[in-house]
């Protein structure tokens, strides 16, 4: 009977009250997470931006020292802004992959929140209380 | 009625054939003759591989089958009667899966967690993941026969495009091998081996698959990009990755993703395999344990056919964002961040 009452609610666009109020909540909670991480990704992507500008920057001093490397002392200089240069480069890699993750996490997001809105909007889901799902 | 579960580590299979080929589709119509391209790639690699002694079973997943139309098992084998039940185990999927486990609407067809669905249920002690309307060359052939294959390494093979005019009805060896046919030049694959048609060629030992827990499961926003995203977790797990040695063939048809793919430029969120600029290349994954629909009920339904009820049981969560993970990076090889295209 119940079964019955819930499928006729479902064809007219309806789910029970729990179960509407559970997706609602649902779906608040991934938008929140979701500005979280988009937060986030802003964050990697100023903190990327600014690897690069470094990067760069050190690639033009490590070009003017090696012109100008003609002495020992200007070795010694080139060594270390060498060394500067490959950790810069690496934190940039690693800035780069995190951001990457951080965006891919966000696709994931974004699309449980249209999906749950979705299935918010239409009664789509079946209910769990009749499969005995831990949804 | 048979009610079992799939076990949850890959077991020692003392009957095991050699090769299991697992493949997905559905009678959807898919790039217009489907069932027909279906039979004839079916046909001629089963006839190859049984040519050379090789022994190999297909597991073939019927994924959520349209509710208007006959099923693929009830039209395929009418056109292949030489391939006998032994041969081919075959899956149909409940169609609420699809539902229940979409990240994305605009994706009709979860193709790899299909896939994924196969490469779990395999027998073989290699599986290849491979596509329906594609047809193995004889240097793939050669080395099948031969047992140079080994386990821990992924094997890939390029990807040669027949032209759409070409008569499909009467393929074989001479018209797969004639410089003439191909559409465009022969595709080249280039070290880490990550792109171009990677789906169609996915050869590994069943052991291994189990180990990286096959295609990406967390991710499900898109379809495309999932096949090159496996490389990337292979390589992240020390399995190496490796060319075959020779070309699968692939006859065009309308509505792949080659031919269409540049119809999205511009709105690439909209298309119907999902944004293709998501960084398939970049990011590594972690499926749940019980992977590959490992939890859903099945029930053998004849001596072919085992159907995959539903259950919520078996549907990995909406989001699970610890399974979004960095690549570890391996010697020898450019690191994870440099396979990747920009956004």
Request: hydrophobic share 40%; with cysteine.
């Amino acid at each position: 009977m119940k079964r019955a009452l819930l499928a006729l609610l479902r064809a007219c666009g309806l789910v029970p009250a729990r179960r509407y109020e559970a997706l609602v909540r649902e779906t608040k909670n991934i938008k929140r997470d979701r500005l979280e991480w988009k937060n986030k990704a802003v964050e990697a992507s100023t903190r990327a931006r600014s690897f690069k500008k470094q990067a760069a920057r050190q690639a033009a001093r490590l070009t003017e020292a090696v012109k100008a490397a003609d002495t020992g002392s200007r070795r010694q200089e080139l060594d270390a802004l060498q060394a500067r240069l490959e950790g810069a480069e690496r934190e940039l890699t690693t800035a780069r992959e995190h951001l990457m993750v951080i965006e891919s996490k966000l696709d994931i997001l974004e699309g449980a929140a249209n999906v749950l809105d979705a299935r918010t909007r239409h009664g789509v889901a079946p209910d769990p209380g009749e499969t005995g799902a831990s949804a | 009625m048979v009610w079992r579960r799939t076990p949850a580590r890959p077991v020692p299979l003392p009957d095991s054939p050699f090769l299991t080929i697992v493949l997905t589709g559905r009678n959807d119509g898919h790039g217009g003759d489907f069932v027909a391209r279906f039979v004839r790639a079916l046909r001629f690699n089963h006839r190859e591989l049984t040519a050379r002694g090789i022994g190999h079973e297909v597991v073939f997943v019927e994924w959520a089958p349209p509710a208007d139309a006959p099923l693929l098992i009830e039209r395929l084998f009418a056109g292949a009667p030489e391939i006998e039940p032994s041969v081919c185990s075959w899956y149909l999927v409940d169609g609420r899966y699809q539902e229940a486990l979409s990240q994305n609407p605009r994706l009709r067809y979860l193709e790899f967690l299909a896939k994924n669905a196969g490469i779990r249920r395999a027998r073989g002690r290699f599986v290849l993941a491979t596509n329906c309307d594609v047809y193995l060359g004889r240097r793939i052939l050669d080395v099948l026969g031969g047992g140079g294959l080994r386990p821990r390494v992924l094997y890939r093979a390029p990807r040669h495009d027949i032209k759409l005019t070409v008569d499909g009805s009467r393929l074989d060896w001479d018209v797969l091998e004639d410089p003439r046919n191909l559409d465009g030049e022969a595709h080249v694959l280039k070290r880490p081996y990550l792109g171009s048609g990677t789906g169609d060629f996915v050869l590994l030992d069943r052991e291994a698959f189990h180990a990286i827990r096959g295609f990406n499961e967390v991710y499900r926003v898109a379809r495309v990009g999932i096949d090159r995203n496996l490389l990337v977790k292979a390589l992240s797990s020390g399995i190496a990755v490796e060319e075959i040695g020779g070309p699968v063939y692939h006859v065009n048809h309308v509505g792949s993703y080659r031919a269409r793919g540049s119809a999205w430029d511009g709105r690439e969120a909209e298309a119907p395999w999902g944004d293709s600029r998501w960084h398939a290349s970049g990011v590594g994954y972690v499926n749940p344990p019980d992977w590959g629909l490992a939890r859903a009920p099945e029930r053998r339904v004849s001596d072919r056919i085992v159907q995959l009820d539903f259950s919520w049981d078996a549907v990995p969560a909406l989001v699970d964002l610890r399974g979004v993970v960095v690549p570890v990076a391996r010697e020898g090889l450019p690191h994870p961040a440099q396979y990747v295209r920009k956004r």
